[in-house]
C-alpha cells in the first residue's frame, strides 16, 4: 500500500546572521540588559529590539528570563507601525508586537521587535537573560543502540525527499520505493501504541523525520534523524528515533527494474500531544 502525506506543522528555529551566536537549545546569547526603558517597548522602529531576521525573533525571546529567572511564555499579537527599509524587499517593514508573560506577573508586557535591523540585540530592562547554565542539553539516543544494517551493494538508491538528499547527496530513484509488508496501516498502529511519554514533549507540536537504509533483502537499519532542531525540539526528535529503532523489521526492499536494490526510505511525524498519530512516508 502507497504511503499517504499528511498535513505538517513547522516550527521555526533561529540560524546565525550577523555574527549572532546561539545556544545549544536554539536562543539567542545576550550580554547585557539595557538601561533604556523605551528599548523593546515603544512602537517605533528606533526602540524596538533589532533581532535582524523573522527566525530570531523566537530565538530572543528564548533567552528572556523573568527578574528571579522565571521561564518567559511569548505570544505573537500582530505587526504594526510600517517604517521605511533598505532591508525590506519592498523598502518598508513592520515590526512584530509579542505579549510576554511570567509566573508571578501580574500584567502581560507587550514588546516590539525589529526584523529588518542588524544590531545586537539587548536584553530588555525589567527582564533577565539566559545563560549556559540554563540551557539544558539535548538527551541523545544512543549511537550504539541503532540498529546497523550493511547494503548489498555499492550502489544505493534513494526515495524522493529532499532532506535525504541534504543527509546523503543526490542518488539515483528506485522504480519501486520500499514498503512496509501488510500495509502502512499497521505500521501507523505501532506508533500509535508507541507515543512519546515525556510530559514536555507531550505538550508541544512539531515535525521530525527519520531516514533509514532499507537493504535488498529488507532489512533496516542505520536510522539518522534529517530534520533539524534545537534544545527539546532536538531531544524530543532522539526519543522518536527510538521508537522508530524498534519498529517491526517488515519492510519490503525497493526495486529497480524488478530487481531489489538498497534504498533510503524517510518516515515523518508530526507528534502532537505525544502522539505519533500523523505519520508519513514516501
Known sequence: MSCKLV?????????????QE??????????????D???GYEANPKWAVPVGKVANEYAYLK???????????????????????????????????????????KKPVIVYLNSYSSETPKCINGFTFKTIDHVEKVQLFSADSIIKVTACSPTIYSVDDFLVKENFGELGKP???????????????????NPLTDEKAQKMVFRVSIAFLVTCDGKAGNFVIVTKGKGDLATYANQVLAIVNHMPQKW????VDGKPVDCYQVLSFTAVGGKLNNVSCR
Not at 22 to 35: H, V
Not at 252 to 255: L, V
Request: charged letters at 25%; one cysteine or more; hydrophobic letters at 35%.
Open 252 to 255: 519490503q526492499p525497493a526495486t
Open 7 to 19: 498535513s505538517i506543522l513547522f516550527l521555526s528555529m533561529a540560524t546565525n546572521l550577523f555574527g
Open 175 to 193: 522504480t519501486q520505493n520500499p514498503a512496509f509488508a501488510g500495509g502502512f496501516d499497521e505500521l501507523k498502529k505501532y506508533f500509535q501504541e
Open 22 to 35: 546561539f545556544f545549544e537549545d536554539g536562543s539567542m546569547k545576550l550580554s547585557e540588559i539595557s538601561t
Open 37 to 39: 526603558k523605551k528599548y
Open 63 to 105: 533567552a528572556l528570563q523573568g527578574p528571579n529567572k522565571e521561564k518567559v511564555q511569548a505570544q505573537r499579537i500582530s505587526s504594526c507601525c510600517e517604517f521605511e527599509s533598505k532591508a525590506s524587499l519592498f523598502g518598508m517593514g513592520l515590526l512584530d508586537k509579542w505579549e510576554l508573560t511570567y509566573e508571578g506577573l
